[in-house]
């Protein structure tokens, strides 16, 4: 349960009062257009307006008459405003386009009954227009099907335990000057407050010695990470306990730089505690840098092909990484083990024996040393295979001295089937 960080930094520059509860947000008008798009049919109906106007001022010499003075300007408005949302990007909107096809259909018609205006009268003239503006303002939502919602979504109920390390190799920073790995996590979680707030009901915990509930999450930028103790899986207990949350299906996350030095393997005591719930880690701290003053070998990783064929022999290379044990001897060892994890006597089984690589631990905390071994299965079907290091004296912890894992052994036969004429390899 070794771990590292993928964790950001981010400067921190918002106010505390940006994190507040966000069940005010949870209901909120909504305004969407299905039909037009930002440059869609309703662009072409405003130049065909425009191209009208300009038209009528042309042929009716409006400059000419006293209706004029009053027309003109409007067939400007109107005719530059349609330029204006060709030529500019900014306007390429269907709510612009919304508004703006209402605006000029009005301008053409003010400016046709400002021609009827000696026929008809002011008064008939005003009424039969504002009756005009009244059907426009229901043709033009028709063009653009306008959909206006009132959305509503209820408190969330789910509980999120936020379970944070505050053992004192928090207080570490990563890089020089720089923030500690407790800060790190703060800053990374600042900005994402507001989104789990909508989804969940989140309670946070720090855990060294002993688990204490946060009031806020804002009190860890002003925690002093010191506890002598990780124990993660009573950390994940008793965060469940303080949170009474059984029968609310918590998640929770697990936020650690996992150095614990409470249990031998940790993973499976944390497995016990969440029973069937689900259970996310977070690594924190640097994957480029070891702690050199800790005395520490590693199963890193083991590079081994997916499928095995019975009887051929194949390469198995494991990786050791360690620190503080230069020139200490080791040996790295090898072997199919039964599913206790106990390996197999050599007694003629499938894979049985354990095979051992002699190993001078040297300081490269980056790369890492390789140990090869020779794999022949002898029947076909899952085998498990383990590769680990005794503990040495002094080691900080023994959880990553050791890997299982599995491959699927092949008949090297091969079978072949035949259906009406066509050979298919199964």
């Not at 590292?4 to 909120?28: G, V």
């Not at 000419?64 to 306007?91: D, N, Y």
Request: aromatic share 8%; glycine share 8%; charged share 20%.
């Amino acid at each position: 349960m070794s771990a590292r960080s993928n964790f950001h930094h981010r400067p921190e520059h918002a106010r505390s009062s940006d994190h507040a509860s966000p069940i005010a947000t949870l209901k909120h008008w909504t305004f969407d257009i299905v039909r037009q798009q930002g440059w869609d049919i309703w662009v072409l109906v405003c130049a065909l307006g425009a191209v009208v106007l300009v038209a009528y001022a042309i042929f009716g010499k409006l400059w000419r008459r006293r209706v004029g003075f009053a027309a003109l300007p409007l067939i400007a408005i109107g005719a530059g405003g349609t330029l204006a949302i060709v030529i500019v990007p900014a306007l390429h909107s269907a709510k612009v386009g919304l508004v703006w096809t209402f605006a000029l259909l009005a301008i053409v018609s003010a400016v046709f009954y400002l021609n009827l205006l000696h026929t008809l009268g002011a008064v008939r003239a005003v009424c039969l227009f504002l009756l005009r503006l009244a059907a426009l303002a229901f043709l033009a939502p028709m063009l653009f099907e306008p959909v206006l919602g009132w959305v509503s979504k209820p408190p969330p109920e789910r509980p999120i335990l936020f379970v944070i390390d505050g053992s004192g190799s928090m207080s570490f920073p990563d890089v020089q000057n720089g923030p500690t790995r407790l800060q790190s996590v703060w800053q990374a979680m600042r900005p994402q407050l507001p989104a789990i707030g909508r989804q969940f009901v989140p309670r946070y915990f720090i855990f060294g010695g002993d688990v204490k509930a946060l009031q806020k999450p804002d009190d860890l930028a002003r925690l002093n990470p010191e506890a002598q103790h990780t124990d993660l899986a009573k950390a994940v207990r008793e965060a469940m306990t303080k949170a009474d949350a059984a029968g609310k299906n918590p998640a929770v996350v697990l936020i650690s730089d996992g150095i614990d030095n409470a249990s031998p393997d940790p993973a499976a005591k944390i497995r016990e505690a969440v029973a069937n719930l689900p259970i996310y880690t977070v690594r924190v701290g640097s994957s480029a840098e070891q702690p050199v003053t800790l005395r520490n070998v590693a199963v890193d990783s083991i590079d081994a092909a997916d499928d095995f064929v019975v009887g051929h022999e194949s390469s198995v290379k494991v990786l050791i990484k360690s620190s503080a044990l230069a020139n200490t001897v080791v040996d790295v060892k090898f072997s199919e083990v039964d599913e206790q994890g106990k390996p197999l006597p050599d007694t003629g089984e499938p894979g049985g024996g354990v095979q051992s690589f002699n190993l001078d631990l040297q300081p490269l905390p980056a790369e890492g040393q390789v140990a090869t071994f020779k794999y022949k299965p002898k029947a076909a079907g899952i085998r498990r295979l383990a590769a680990w290091v005794d503990p040495v004296s002094g080691e900080r912890s023994t959880a990553d001295n050791r890997q299982i894992f599995q491959g699927l052994a092949l008949d090297p036969r091969v079978k072949v089937l035949y259906i009406e004429g066509h050979a298919r390899g199964e």
